[in-house]
């Protein structure tokens, strides 16, 4: 299976070969912090398996050995390496795929840095879009 995806703005793109090792949602303040969001849901391949197709995405270490890579343009984060826990594997932001539905998650991680109020999100209202 391939699976293929893209930043916000286009600048960036590329390509995944094989499936998952894993899909998670991801509750750590890194994540948090990094997305400004209060989860990021991750696609776990083999390193190999991606392809950047267009563009160079800009990269920092976000905390110790935690490379997060990005589009400079738009600011999409796209990737997350980290060698010393996860060697030879890349996650990548499923919502930037071409078809999120396509890798729904399968757990949730990091759950102790979960924000309180997340486990609560099922009993809110609901709007198809903004309420009138």
Not at 39 to 63: C, E, H, R, Y
Not at 113 to 124: D, I, P, S, Y
Request: hydrophobic share 40%; net charge negative; charged share 15%.
């Amino acid at each position: 299976m391939t699976y293929s995806g893209h930043c916000m703005c286009g600048a960036i793109r590329y390509q995944l070969a094989g499936e998952p090792n894993v899909v998670a949602v991801c509750h750590c303040s890194d994540c948090q912090r990094s997305a400004g969001a209060p989860m990021v849901t991750w696609a776990m391949f083999p390193d190999a398996a991606l392809t950047v197709t267009q563009g160079q995405p800009k990269t920092i270490n976000s905390s110790g050995t935690a490379m997060r890579s990005f589009c400079g343009d738009c600011g999409t984060g796209l990737f997350y390496r980290n060698a010393a826990i996860l060697p030879g594997i890349v996650d990548i932001q499923s919502s930037t795929l071409d078809d999120p539905e396509a890798l729904p998650p399968t757990m949730q991680i990091q759950t102790a840095e979960r924000l309180g109020w997340v486990k609560q999100l099922h009993a809110l209202p609901e709007f198809e879009r903004f309420p009138a």
